[in-house]
């Protein structure tokens, strides 16, 4: 029994072991998705005639949502086939005007699935950022014509109101997105966007090169693009973009009557920089 | 050679002594050190021949002395062992018996030879040292005699029945009863590392105890609460082993019962509550144990066995009954002056009594089998399968040990339910050491496998698309609205008045009571804080009630599969070296499939117009296009590999060195087989200095300085690296054909009232391509980059001293912090979530988690020797920081590394400031003490004392997302301290030795005799109001104080009001047959 031999080679038992200890040390990477809250987008000019009434567009508020595909683990969702949803306000308004509509309007009221028409839907190209953690849907699409909202007579019921409505003609909007694309790190999960975009409006085209930001933030000044707990995160570049107009929060006029200037001119916080746009 | 000549006495030494040998290698074992020296020079003696024996090794170990006369043997099973030590010249061997070693020290016995010429051994009976001069640890070991003998483990709480070993962990200098264990130098419980023989139980998935093993079955049990050699890691926390007993060639054994009737309890306290019609009672019917167990031999010196079963049953009696709102005959409601509550009256004939019960059985079984000197090799088999709930019953909750429900508000269907709780633990140990002790292999295989379910209470599990699994949780929760939008007083009639609900709308009037006890009638209501006189319906207000089906199900299996090596290596290289390294392999698995009865919870709007899909698994593959998943399944794993070296090293037998390293690395695997998270680099360095001023092991000075790196509990795989996909809609609950009762026949149906999309309200914006549905969240949460594990520094350092025999004092100074912590935050207010560490990489804007412990002990240890024992200590101690631990202990929260501690921006103000276990005092004593009667008889007495100032308490409001209590209104720590907690439990007991061997003790523990009822929590809700935290505010910014709306804060008034108090008087009546 030579037992001064034996323990040696059983010591490097452990040494071994931890030699296959390997293992990696990076991160995984996250899967692709578009952020839960609006985007901020700003429109810049690339085609059509700058004074033409499509062309008038300087943002927007975009609405997005990232859908799975069916089929995945346990009758889970199939992370690895995502597709994106794009809706712009702007064209959700022209929606939600009928639907609320004090009277039926014909060929919209009882249509299926007139709430979904802005929607413009396209798959990711995969389920992963690729190289510059970027992920793309080559194309979205969506358009509708909005029947005519329909003229509202006077209430004879009520004498000293008038509440005529003259009829809206209909109105076919397009919206055709291509090239749109996310970032995609634990740090910007979706919330940096761009693409271009070809937008007509009854026989009206323009088209736009958009860069968005998530979430949308109201402004007035560069500073309130930076305030702590605006939800931006706080490394990306970001200003103030007084241009955009949201219909839903519009600017105040001055009001003549008094000696101070109530005027405030409210814009959206946009990317300062193409993405990935950081300071 | 100078040793054959001893070969006959030794030969007989070791006959006599030669029993058993268990191998307890690794964490638990035992080093014994000294010197030889001649009696009448002083000086060393070289080649002395020291041999040690005892009950728990088999044959002896031997050490001959080096140079200077010292000797030391490691790796000793802790136990009583005889030293006996022989030199050339000096005759006369000399023999120390008796010696008592405890798990993991180091004991040191110098031994003085005589030059003489006799051949006689000399017998000296001196108790062994009792400082472990090889150690800088911090903790106690609590071995079998001390928990026999002091009422250590308090009858609640969790592993209270079956008294295991993690509640007497408490016992700890500076260790406390959280929600889900011990919390052990100001961290949470589940940062513990549990052992069970040096097998980890840890619960894979959640880090609490998973085999909560009765301390009937254990020789002892070892608390490191820090200061802890690199041979233990993966917890920054406290390491707690459990060391099980064994079989020797002499046959022993126990049989035992011991009963707690809750028709003794003292008068308990009731925590009275503004505002429900249901108050419920929660007592205790009875709990208690019965076992045995049996240790012996197969084959005599070769092969012995020991076992044992033990059944533990807790009944709690839960007591409802119905009150109504008093109204005085000019019909105006009555508010009670001092407390401002509503005064109330039980209605006669409501009372509705339940149980709720649990019972756990512990097998045990355990071989050791010794062919030759070298090898021994051993396997123990734990199975512990656990029942609570069903059949009218209401279950037990196995993480907390309580009853699962508080308040009887809601049908038994949907609030109580039947749990299985099942741990299973195989071992297989290996120790092979060399014949001249210089090398020691330790190879350990072990497999740790629990079973939790939750199931409905008529059997139907998740998945099930019948019974009560298959239908939904309902929550109704309409609250009152008295007030229109401009502030004006309402009337009923008017529209928004609205009142909640009367529990008759709900739940029908109990048989036995006078019909119409409960109907509705007009009176006034003047609130206390407003002075608004309400006019009032409902006469017995029910402010939520939950009905249907019992909601979340679970089946839970999670494994833990572990390989590990450990080689001692004895050198000699100025001074002697205890050398150990090794490696350490886990792999951990999580099965989880849970689901919503019914696919979902549904709970009404506070307005009273609809429901919500509160909680129901599913995901959007489309717009407005859901897909439900009735039960989510998901197999998550992690791979840890470590190894770690250290150097005990005995510098000129003065001072003691230990120096070492430990590596480890994690990974955590997705339910989809990818890569959750990576934790690899976790470097631990561990340095202590120990110094025996007396040189003779009577006395030590240390310092020791630890990093400490935590495992990450499956849990984030599971719900954040994977992902519980979830939406919700509204459905609309007012006019025909609506879903105004989610249980009516075919509303949860396809296509039913509450199912289709025709009553499923359009909540989406102009921008929301999702008009109908919401998401409540979606996938894995994504990692930053740069994450480092959590971990924490400490550094200790103090001194203890033998006054005098079998008894040390001691102090000790901790300093711990976290170093960095591993959470969840949003920057975007909870619209998407990554996990980092706050305040580091992508989370730099964050704060930093903190977490610091100071603490000062002082302690004196008696063990128990000549009739009586004693331990105490007194503990001063601050723990601030912004973040607690693995748990929120204000919310219960347990989502180990990503509760919502730092989630939202808008709630990270205030945050910083006392922890709730910040305890400045804690007195604890325990003592023991045995009176001859003579004739074999034995009056036993004993009791422990506990003392500790009150905790700190908050000021929490609403979040508009997160909810009750998340909203720290001013810092942490701003509220009342609550007050000092007392606790005095005696015991007696008597012991009658009926023959050689035989011995019948029967005791009764006394817990809290004085029948203390001290506040144990208060009230800390200031306002159900969404409030946002005043940043640095003191009492005085609360009156100017607004709600997030900018209207005045309504306080709870139930703010500042008990709403726990100590456990009444109990007594616990014992019966032991020993042999």
């Given at each position: 029994m030579q037992p001064s031999k034996r323990p040696p080679l059983r010591a490097l038992v452990p040494g071994a072991l931890l030699l296959v200890v390997g293992g990696s040390c990076t991160q995984p990477t996250m899967n692709c998705t578009t952020a839960h809250l609006y985007y901020a987008a700003q429109y810049e000019l690339t085609s059509g005639d700058a004074n033409s009434p499509c062309a008038q567009h300087k943002g927007d508020i975009l609405g997005m949502q990232t859908y799975f595909a069916t089929g995945g683990i346990n009758g889970t969702a199939k992370f690895s086939d995502p597709s994106a949803a794009i809706r712009p306000q702007y064209a959700g308004l022209l929606v939600a005007e009928a639907l609320e509509y004090p009277v039926d309007v014909p060929g919209f009221t009882g249509e299926k699935g007139v709430e979904h028409w802005p929607n413009a839907v396209g798959d990711f190209e995969s389920g992963l950022p690729d190289g510059e953690d970027l992920c793309h849907v080559p194309q979205l699409d969506s358009m509708f014509t909005r029947p005519e909202l329909p003229a509202i007579a006077d209430d004879p019921m009520t004498a000293d109101v008038d509440e005529t409505v003259e009829a809206t003609p209909p109105t076919a909007v397009a919206y055709e997105w291509s090239n749109a694309r996310w970032l995609n790190t634990p740090d910007a999960q979706g919330t940096q966007f761009e693409a271009d975009l070809k937008f007509t409006q009854d026989g009206c085209t323009a088209e736009f090169h958009v860069v968005a930001v998530s979430p949308a933030v109201h402004c007035v000044t560069d500073e309130d693009c930076t305030t702590t707990g605006n939800g931006i995160n706080p490394d990306f570049a970001v200003e103030c973009d007084n241009r955009i107009n949201d219909p839903l929060s519009p600017d105040v006029a001055d009001d003549p009557e008094t000696p101070a200037n109530e005027a405030v001119d409210y814009g959206l916080c946009v990317l300062a920089r193409p993405i990935p746009s950081y300071e | 050679m100078r040793r054959s000549a001893w070969i006959t006495i030794l030969g007989a030494v070791a006959a006599q002594a030669a029993v058993v040998s268990t191998a307890e290698a690794g964490p638990s074992d035992a080093v014994l050190v000294g010197v030889v020296r001649d009696a009448s020079t002083g000086e060393g003696i070289e080649g002395a021949l020291v041999i040690v024996t005892g009950e728990k090794i088999q044959g002896e170990r031997t050490m001959t002395t080096n140079v200077s006369g010292l000797y030391r043997i490691p790796n000793l099973p802790p136990g009583t062992y005889d030293v006996t030590v022989f030199a050339q010249d000096y005759g006369a061997g000399n023999k120390r018996a008796g010696l008592q070693l405890r798990a993991g020290t180091t004991i040191r016995v110098d031994v003085q030879l005589v030059r003489s010429g006799t051949r006689e051994v000399i017998e000296v009976n001196v108790a062994a040292p009792t400082i472990d001069v090889g150690n800088g640890a911090t903790g106690l070991s609590v071995d079998r005699e001390m928990a026999q003998r002091v009422p250590i483990a308090i009858p609640t709480g969790k592993g209270a029945a079956n008294r295991s070993f993690e509640a007497i962990a408490e016992a700890t200098p500076g260790a406390r009863n959280d929600t889900y264990g011990t919390s052990i130098a100001g961290t949470t419980s589940p940062e513990n590392k549990y052992y069970v023989d040096g097998l980890s139980v840890n619960d894979p998935g959640f880090g609490l105890n998973g085999t909560g093993l009765s301390m009937e079955f254990l020789e002892e049990v070892r608390i490191e609460a820090g200061g802890y050699m690199p041979e233990h890691g993966r917890s920054t926390g406290g390491v707690i082993n459990a060391v099980t007993k064994s079989g020797s060639n002499q046959f022993h054994g126990n049989v035992w019962a011991y009963y707690t009737p809750g028709q003794l309890e003292g008068r308990r306290e009731i925590a009275r509550r503004e505002g429900d019609a249901i108050v419920t009672e929660r007592n205790l019917n009875w709990i208690g144990d019965a076992g045995f167990d049996i240790g012996g031999r197969i084959i005599k010196d070769k092969l012995w066995f020991y076992g044992g079963v033990s059944i533990a049953r807790t009944v709690y009696d839960l007591t409802s009954s119905w009150n109504r709102v008093s109204v005085d005959p000019d019909g105006n409601a009555l508010i009670d002056p001092d407390t401002k509550f509503t005064v109330t009256e039980r209605i006669a004939g409501t009372t509705q009594r339940f149980k709720a019960q649990g019972t756990t059985v512990q097998a045990l079984g355990k071989l050791t089998y010794s062919p030759n000197k070298r090898n021994t090799l051993e396997i123990l088999a734990i199975y512990a399968p656990s029942l609570s709930g069903g059949n009218g019953t209401f279950g037990m909750n196995a993480q907390t040990g309580q009853p699962e429900v508080l308040n009887l508000v809601g049908d038994y269907g949907a609030l109580a339910r039947k749990y299985r709780d099942n741990s299973t633990d195989l071992q297989f140990k290996w120790n092979w050491r060399d014949d001249d002790g210089k090398w020691n292999f330790d190879t350990i295989l072990g497999w740790h496998h629990q079973l939790n379910q939750r199931n409905a209470v008529d059997g139907t599990r998740v998945g099930d698309t019948t019974g009560l699994a298959g239908t939904p949780s309902v929550v109704y929760r309409r609250t009152n609205n008295f007030y229109g939008a401009d502030g004006g007083l309402l009337e009923p009639g008017m529209p928004g008045y609205r009142e909640v609900h009367s529990l008759t709308d709900l739940t029908p009037l109990p048989g036995g009571a006078p019909g119409g006890a409960c109907d509705p009638m007009m009176y006034s209501f003047t609130d206390p804080v407003l002075m608004d006189a309400q006019t009032r319906s409902v006469v017995c207000p029910i402010r939520q009630w939950t009905t249907g089906g019992p909601g979340l199900l679970y089946d839970r299996r999670l494994d833990r599969l572990q390989a590990r090596e450990i080689v001692t290596r004895l050198a000699r290289g100025a001074g002697h070296h205890v050398i150990k390294f090794g490696v350490d392999f886990e792999y951990t698995q999580y099965n989880s499939n849970r689901g919503y009865s019914g696919n979902q919870i549904y709970r009404e709007s506070t307005n009273g117009t609809n429901f919500a899909d509160f909680r129901m698994y599913s995901f959007l593959s489309g717009p407005d296009d859901a897909n439900v998943i009735r039960n989510l399944n998901w197999n998550v794993m992690s791979t840890t590999i470590g190894g770690f070296i250290q150097d005990s090293w005995s510098i000129m037998d003065k001072v003691t060195l230990n120096a070492g390293l430990r590596y480890d690395a994690q990974h955590l695997f997705s339910g989809d087989r990818t890569l959750a998270m990576a934790l690899p680099n976790q470097f631990s360095p561990r340095i202590g200095l120990i110094w025996d001023p007396t040189y003779s092991g009577k006395a030590k000075l240390f310092v020791n300085y630890a990093r400490f790196y935590q495992s990450v509990p499956l849990n984030l795989a599971d719900r954040a690296g994977t992902g519980e996909p979830g939406l919700q809609s509204f459905h609309n609950a007012v006019g025909p054909g609506s879903c105004s009762d989610p249980l009516a026949p075919g509303a949860n149906d396809p296509g039913g009232a509450c199912t289709n999309d025709a009553n499923r309200l359009l909540i989406g914006g102009p921008a929301d391509a999702d008009q109908r549905w919401a998401l409540a969240s979606a996938g894995k949460t994504p990692i930053d980059p740069r994450l480092k594990p959590q971990s924490s520094d400490e550094i200790v350092a103090g001194g203890e001293y033998e006054i005098i025999p079998d008894t040390r004092l001691g102090v000790q100074y901790t300093h711990r912090w976290l170093h960095r912590a591993i959470e969840d935050m949003s920057r975007d207010e909870a619209a998407t979530y990554f996990i980092g560490n706050p305040g580091y990489g992508i989370a730099k804007d964050f704060p930093k988690a903190k977490r610091v412990y100071d603490s000062a002990v002082l302690f004196v240890e008696k063990r128990f020797a000549k009739h009586w024992m004693i331990t105490g200590s007194y503990t001063l101690s601050w723990l601030r920081g912004n973040l607690a631990g693995l748990f929120r202990p204000e919310t219960g929260q347990l989502d180990p590394n990503t509760t919502s501690d730092f989630d939202l921006i808008s709630l990270l103000e205030n945050r910083s400031g006392y922890l709730p276990g910040d305890t400045r005092h804690s007195f604890k004593v325990f003592t023991a003490g045995e009176i001859v009667l003579g004739n074999g008889q034995f009056l036993r007495l004993g009791g422990a004392l506990r003392a500790r100032s009150g905790g700190p308490t908050n000021y929490l409001a609403s979040h508009v997302?997160?909810?009750?209590?998340?909203?720290?209104?001013?810092?942490?720590?701003?509220?009342e301290r609550l007050p000092w907690n007392f606790s005095i439990d005696p015991t007696v007991g008597y012991t009658k030795i009926l023959r050689k061997d035989l011995r019948i003790t029967v005791s009764m523990d006394v817990f809290n005799v004085a029948n203390f009822q001290q506040i144990l929590a208060i009230d800390e809700r200031y306002t159900f109001d969404e409030v946002n935290p005043i940043k640095g505010g003191t009492m005085a910014d609360l009156a100017s104080a607004t709600t997030t709306g900018g209207t005045p804060i309504t306080v709870n008034p139930n703010f500042g009001n008990p709403t726990f108090y100590q456990q009444p008087r109990q007594f616990r009546f014992g019966i032991r047959l020993s042999f």
């Amino acid at each position: 029994m030579q037992p001064s031999k034996r323990p040696p080679l059983r010591a490097l038992v452990p040494g071994a072991l931890l030699l296959v200890v390997g293992g990696s040390c990076t991160q995984p990477t996250m899967n692709c998705t578009t952020a839960h809250l609006y985007y901020a987008a700003q429109y810049e000019l690339t085609s059509g005639d700058a004074n033409s009434p499509c062309a008038q567009h300087k943002g927007d508020i975009l609405g997005m949502q990232t859908y799975f595909a069916t089929g995945g683990i346990n009758g889970t969702a199939k992370f690895s086939d995502p597709s994106a949803a794009i809706r712009p306000q702007y064209a959700g308004l022209l929606v939600a005007e009928a639907l609320e509509y004090p009277v039926d309007v014909p060929g919209f009221t009882g249509e299926k699935g007139v709430e979904h028409w802005p929607n413009a839907v396209g798959d990711f190209e995969s389920g992963l950022p690729d190289g510059e953690d970027l992920c793309h849907v080559p194309q979205l699409d969506s358009m509708f014509t909005r029947p005519e909202l329909p003229a509202i007579a006077d209430d004879p019921m009520t004498a000293d109101v008038d509440e005529t409505v003259e009829a809206t003609p209909p109105t076919a909007v397009a919206y055709e997105w291509s090239n749109a694309r996310w970032l995609n790190t634990p740090d910007a999960q979706g919330t940096q966007f761009e693409a271009d975009l070809k937008f007509t409006q009854d026989g009206c085209t323009a088209e736009f090169h958009v860069v968005a930001v998530s979430p949308a933030v109201h402004c007035v000044t560069d500073e309130d693009c930076t305030t702590t707990g605006n939800g931006i995160n706080p490394d990306f570049a970001v200003e103030c973009d007084n241009r955009i107009n949201d219909p839903l929060s519009p600017d105040v006029a001055d009001d003549p009557e008094t000696p101070a200037n109530e005027a405030v001119d409210y814009g959206l916080c946009v990317l300062a920089r193409p993405i990935p746009s950081y300071e | 050679m100078r040793r054959s000549a001893w070969i006959t006495i030794l030969g007989a030494v070791a006959a006599q002594a030669a029993v058993v040998s268990t191998a307890e290698a690794g964490p638990s074992d035992a080093v014994l050190v000294g010197v030889v020296r001649d009696a009448s020079t002083g000086e060393g003696i070289e080649g002395a021949l020291v041999i040690v024996t005892g009950e728990k090794i088999q044959g002896e170990r031997t050490m001959t002395t080096n140079v200077s006369g010292l000797y030391r043997i490691p790796n000793l099973p802790p136990g009583t062992y005889d030293v006996t030590v022989f030199a050339q010249d000096y005759g006369a061997g000399n023999k120390r018996a008796g010696l008592q070693l405890r798990a993991g020290t180091t004991i040191r016995v110098d031994v003085q030879l005589v030059r003489s010429g006799t051949r006689e051994v000399i017998e000296v009976n001196v108790a062994a040292p009792t400082i472990d001069v090889g150690n800088g640890a911090t903790g106690l070991s609590v071995d079998r005699e001390m928990a026999q003998r002091v009422p250590i483990a308090i009858p609640t709480g969790k592993g209270a029945a079956n008294r295991s070993f993690e509640a007497i962990a408490e016992a700890t200098p500076g260790a406390r009863n959280d929600t889900y264990g011990t919390s052990i130098a100001g961290t949470t419980s589940p940062e513990n590392k549990y052992y069970v023989d040096g097998l980890s139980v840890n619960d894979p998935g959640f880090g609490l105890n998973g085999t909560g093993l009765s301390m009937e079955f254990l020789e002892e049990v070892r608390i490191e609460a820090g200061g802890y050699m690199p041979e233990h890691g993966r917890s920054t926390g406290g390491v707690i082993n459990a060391v099980t007993k064994s079989g020797s060639n002499q046959f022993h054994g126990n049989v035992w019962a011991y009963y707690t009737p809750g028709q003794l309890e003292g008068r308990r306290e009731i925590a009275r509550r503004e505002g429900d019609a249901i108050v419920t009672e929660r007592n205790l019917n009875w709990i208690g144990d019965a076992g045995f167990d049996i240790g012996g031999r197969i084959i005599k010196d070769k092969l012995w066995f020991y076992g044992g079963v033990s059944i533990a049953r807790t009944v709690y009696d839960l007591t409802s009954s119905w009150n109504r709102v008093s109204v005085d005959p000019d019909g105006n409601a009555l508010i009670d002056p001092d407390t401002k509550f509503t005064v109330t009256e039980r209605i006669a004939g409501t009372t509705q009594r339940f149980k709720a019960q649990g019972t756990t059985v512990q097998a045990l079984g355990k071989l050791t089998y010794s062919p030759n000197k070298r090898n021994t090799l051993e396997i123990l088999a734990i199975y512990a399968p656990s029942l609570s709930g069903g059949n009218g019953t209401f279950g037990m909750n196995a993480q907390t040990g309580q009853p699962e429900v508080l308040n009887l508000v809601g049908d038994y269907g949907a609030l109580a339910r039947k749990y299985r709780d099942n741990s299973t633990d195989l071992q297989f140990k290996w120790n092979w050491r060399d014949d001249d002790g210089k090398w020691n292999f330790d190879t350990i295989l072990g497999w740790h496998h629990q079973l939790n379910q939750r199931n409905a209470v008529d059997g139907t599990r998740v998945g099930d698309t019948t019974g009560l699994a298959g239908t939904p949780s309902v929550v109704y929760r309409r609250t009152n609205n008295f007030y229109g939008a401009d502030g004006g007083l309402l009337e009923p009639g008017m529209p928004g008045y609205r009142e909640v609900h009367s529990l008759t709308d709900l739940t029908p009037l109990p048989g036995g009571a006078p019909g119409g006890a409960c109907d509705p009638m007009m009176y006034s209501f003047t609130d206390p804080v407003l002075m608004d006189a309400q006019t009032r319906s409902v006469v017995c207000p029910i402010r939520q009630w939950t009905t249907g089906g019992p909601g979340l199900l679970y089946d839970r299996r999670l494994d833990r599969l572990q390989a590990r090596e450990i080689v001692t290596r004895l050198a000699r290289g100025a001074g002697h070296h205890v050398i150990k390294f090794g490696v350490d392999f886990e792999y951990t698995q999580y099965n989880s499939n849970r689901g919503y009865s019914g696919n979902q919870i549904y709970r009404e709007s506070t307005n009273g117009t609809n429901f919500a899909d509160f909680r129901m698994y599913s995901f959007l593959s489309g717009p407005d296009d859901a897909n439900v998943i009735r039960n989510l399944n998901w197999n998550v794993m992690s791979t840890t590999i470590g190894g770690f070296i250290q150097d005990s090293w005995s510098i000129m037998d003065k001072v003691t060195l230990n120096a070492g390293l430990r590596y480890d690395a994690q990974h955590l695997f997705s339910g989809d087989r990818t890569l959750a998270m990576a934790l690899p680099n976790q470097f631990s360095p561990r340095i202590g200095l120990i110094w025996d001023p007396t040189y003779s092991g009577k006395a030590k000075l240390f310092v020791n300085y630890a990093r400490f790196y935590q495992s990450v509990p499956l849990n984030l795989a599971d719900r954040a690296g994977t992902g519980e996909p979830g939406l919700q809609s509204f459905h609309n609950a007012v006019g025909p054909g609506s879903c105004s009762d989610p249980l009516a026949p075919g509303a949860n149906d396809p296509g039913g009232a509450c199912t289709n999309d025709a009553n499923r309200l359009l909540i989406g914006g102009p921008a929301d391509a999702d008009q109908r549905w919401a998401l409540a969240s979606a996938g894995k949460t994504p990692i930053d980059p740069r994450l480092k594990p959590q971990s924490s520094d400490e550094i200790v350092a103090g001194g203890e001293y033998e006054i005098i025999p079998d008894t040390r004092l001691g102090v000790q100074y901790t300093h711990r912090w976290l170093h960095r912590a591993i959470e969840d935050m949003s920057r975007d207010e909870a619209a998407t979530y990554f996990i980092g560490n706050p305040g580091y990489g992508i989370a730099k804007d964050f704060p930093k988690a903190k977490r610091v412990y100071d603490s000062a002990v002082l302690f004196v240890e008696k063990r128990f020797a000549k009739h009586w024992m004693i331990t105490g200590s007194y503990t001063l101690s601050w723990l601030r920081g912004n973040l607690a631990g693995l748990f929120r202990p204000e919310t219960g929260q347990l989502d180990p590394n990503t509760t919502s501690d730092f989630d939202l921006i808008s709630l990270l103000e205030n945050r910083s400031g006392y922890l709730p276990g910040d305890t400045r005092h804690s007195f604890k004593v325990f003592t023991a003490g045995e009176i001859v009667l003579g004739n074999g008889q034995f009056l036993r007495l004993g009791g422990a004392l506990r003392a500790r100032s009150g905790g700190p308490t908050n000021y929490l409001a609403s979040h508009v997302l997160y909810g009750f209590d998340e909203s720290f209104i001013l810092p942490r720590g701003s509220g009342e301290r609550l007050p000092w907690n007392f606790s005095i439990d005696p015991t007696v007991g008597y012991t009658k030795i009926l023959r050689k061997d035989l011995r019948i003790t029967v005791s009764m523990d006394v817990f809290n005799v004085a029948n203390f009822q001290q506040i144990l929590a208060i009230d800390e809700r200031y306002t159900f109001d969404e409030v946002n935290p005043i940043k640095g505010g003191t009492m005085a910014d609360l009156a100017s104080a607004t709600t997030t709306g900018g209207t005045p804060i309504t306080v709870n008034p139930n703010f500042g009001n008990p709403t726990f108090y100590q456990q009444p008087r109990q007594f616990r009546f014992g019966i032991r047959l020993s042999f």
